[in-house]
């Protein structure tokens, strides 16, 4: 019997200990309230010895990019795939994906799965589940690692080639209108300091300010939330009187910056020259695609949060004993309404850019 598998049947009595004990609180509880749905689900996997427990360390749920992302996880993780997940939702907190991490080596997990809310730090808890022979998958942004064994497989988007694309796209747009790089005014509203996405997008707009001579006014994090990118452009609106590029990490970001925008008397827009403040943002989910049809933002960069089935692939290939990629890019587009530019062209490579129809946006999952 190989060593997964055996440790998956001791692995399955732990669990069992820990679910009869949940039935039986369960069944008392759910007695009380006179509702059996909870209790359904809960017998299904007791009842499914040879399910793969994954246990899937989530970052939080600050944006919509990331409902999506768990949402993915949901559907891909289930019984009918031979996979019962646990999810732990962290609130963007380190500590407490360490603390859930550690109580899934207890459990003894087939799998562990982490999108980590930032890079460093990873170090021990990793080695840990490494001793307790657990493979882990990490999705979305990276770890930051001496011993990149301790994990498997790495599933996500290439951040920095995101912030290029955006800004060659912004190059291009200018200089289609006129606009000298001197004039061009901006404000970068970042995502969680110390996240891979945030690394990448900021680094792609600093590399491309100084390359073409465009002005960073300022750069705050608003942590991908919307609430804290209305709040930091608010302030910053009030603060420079110039901005007419806002360059929002996420989509999230980019519609409390327009809320923000719009409330000082502005108008979100790509007329920068007749006072329009542009905006950008990425992730492309259907509340921020529902701007760029508004004409609100004005590039939308894709990032794919659709990674349930690449990782459920990871751990097919693992358990057959087959090759399968340690890294693994995923594919994205890029959105706008106005056309003129139609395609950029990054490290060698041409990227359309897809103009927005309500069809279009109706047709995507996310
Ligand atoms: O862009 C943002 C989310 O790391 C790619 O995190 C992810 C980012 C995404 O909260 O919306």
Redesign the pocket.
């Known amino acids: 019997m190989s060593k997964v598998k055996c440790r998956r049947i001791i692995n399955k009595m732990n669990i069992h200990k820990v679910m009869s004990l949940g039935l039986i609180l369960g069944f008392i509880l759910l007695t009380m309230s006179g509702c059996g749905k909870k209790q359904e689900a809960e017998e299904d996997v007791s009842t499914q010895p040879e399910l793969i427990t994954v246990g899937f360390s989530q970052?939080g749920a600050?944006?919509?990019?990331?409902v999506a992302n768990t949402e993915s996880f949901r559907k891909t993780m289930v019984k009918g795939n031979g996979v019962y997940m646990m999810y732990d939702d962290a609130q963007q907190k380190q500590d407490k994906q360490i603390i859930a991490i550690r109580n899934f080596i207890q459990q003894e997990v087939d799998y562990i799965v982490l999108a980590p809310v930032m890079e460093t730090g990873w170090d021990t808890v990793l080695q840990e589940a490494s001793d307790a022979d657990i493979p882990v998958i990490v999705v979305?942004?990276m770890v930051d690692i001496e011993d990149t064994s301790l994990y498997k497989a790495w599933i996500?988007?290439d951040?920095k080639r995101e912030g290029k694309i955006a800004c060659e796209w912004l190059d291009r747009f200018t200089t289609a209108k006129g606009i000298r790089p001197e004039d061009i005014n901006i404000v970068d509203i970042q995502?969680?300091e110390g996240?891979?996405?945030q690394i990448g997008r900021t680094n792609g707009l600093t590399e491309a300010a100084s390359k073409h001579g465009w002005n960073i006014l300022a750069m705050e994090s608003a942590d991908?939330a919307q609430t804290k990118g209305k709040e930091v452009v608010a302030k910053l609106l009030a603060q420079f009187d110039n901005i007419n590029v806002v360059y929002c990490?996420?989509?999230?970001e980019a519609i409390g910056a327009i809320e923000a925008i719009e409330e000082a008397g502005k108008k979100p827009g790509t007329d920068i020259e007749n006072g329009d403040i542009l905006v950008i943002s990425?992730?492309a989910?259907h509340s921020g695609l529902n701007k760029v049809l508004e004409g609100k933002i004005a590039l939308d960069v894709e990032?794919n949060?659709l990674q349930g089935e690449e990782v459920l692939n990871v751990i097919k290939a693992i358990e057959e004993g087959k090759d399968y990629n340690k890294y693994t890019y995923i594919n994205e587009s890029i959105f706008t309404l106005d056309d003129t530019v139609k395609s950029v062209n990054v490290d060698d490579k041409n990227y359309e850019i897809t103009k927005v129809t309500s069809d279009i946006i109706g047709s995507r999952e996310y």
């Open positions: 970052v600050e944006s919509d990019w990331r979305d942004r996500g988007s951040f995502g969680t996240a891979t996405s991908y990490e996420n989509d999230n990425f992730d989910a990032c949060p």
